[in-house]
Structures are given as C-alpha cells and as structure tokens.
C-alpha cells in the first residue's frame, strides 16, 4: 500500500493533538468531555487520512457522492451545532448576570435604607 505525503502528515498531526489534549487534561485545564472530543475529531481526522476509500463507502450509503462532500457536511453540521449551543450558553449567562446585577442593586437600595 502506498501512502501519500498527506496519509503521512496528518495522522502524524492528529497524534500531537490527541498528545496536547491529553496533556491539557492532566493539567486541569481540560475535562472529560472535552477531551473525548478532541480525541474523537482528531482520531477521526487521521483516520479518514489514512483510509480515505472508507470515507467513500460511508457517504455512498449515506447517499453523498464523495467521501470529501460528506466530509465537509458533517464539519458544517457539527460547526453549527456548536454555534448553536454557544449561543444558548451566552444567552444564559447574560440572563444570570442580569439577574445578578438586579439583585446586587437592590440589596445597595436597602443597606442605604437602613444606614440612613
């Protein structure tokens, strides 16, 4: 079986970033769910690399001509899922900080209040 430069590189790419995310996990500043993650994408990454005819075969029974086009799908699918839940999050956390604000003033009105 011949490799090309690429079925080199990158999964040679993918492994350092599953070695960072590992390493990021160790030191606290990654979580379980992050890191499985990152280990799905990249391990997924190198994988389609090195074989890239079972990228074929999948978007042929998924109904997409290339295994490039379900590839690209899939990226925009999981790229506005994630828009989506980022968007959610900052919706609540300006919620919550709203509510923060509301309730941080109301306690000053009534300790003014009372010291007066």
């Given amino acids: ?6 079925q080199l590189i990158v999964p040679l790419l993918a492994l350092v970033m599953i070695a960072k995310a590992i390493s990021r996990f160790r030191r606290g500043q ?4 992050e890191l499985i993650t990152w280990i799905f994408v ?4 190198g994988f389609f ?5 079972i990228s074929d075969k999948l978007a ?3 109904g997409i001509k290339s295994g490039a086009n379900a590839i ?10 994630i828009v989506f839940k ?4 900052s919706e609540n956390l300006e919620s919550k900080i709203t509510r923060l604000n509301r ?3 109301l306690d000053k009105l009534k300790e003014e209040k009372t010291n007066r």
């Avoid at 079986?1 to 690429?6: I, P």
């Avoid at 990654?30 to 769910?33: F, G, L, M």
């Avoid at 690399?49 to 005819?53: D, G, I, S």
């Fill in 1 to 6: 079986m011949n490799f090309t430069l690429y």
């Fill in 30 to 33: 990654q979580t379980w769910r």
């Fill in 42 to 45: 990249w391990g997924a990454i």
């Fill in 49 to 53: 690399a090195l074989f890239p005819k």
């Fill in 60 to 62: 042929n029974f998924i």
């Fill in 72 to 81: 690209i799908t899939a990226a925009l699918v999981i790229l506005f899922y």
């Fill in 86 to 89: 980022l968007l959610v999050t």
């Fill in 103 to 105: 309730k941080i003033a």
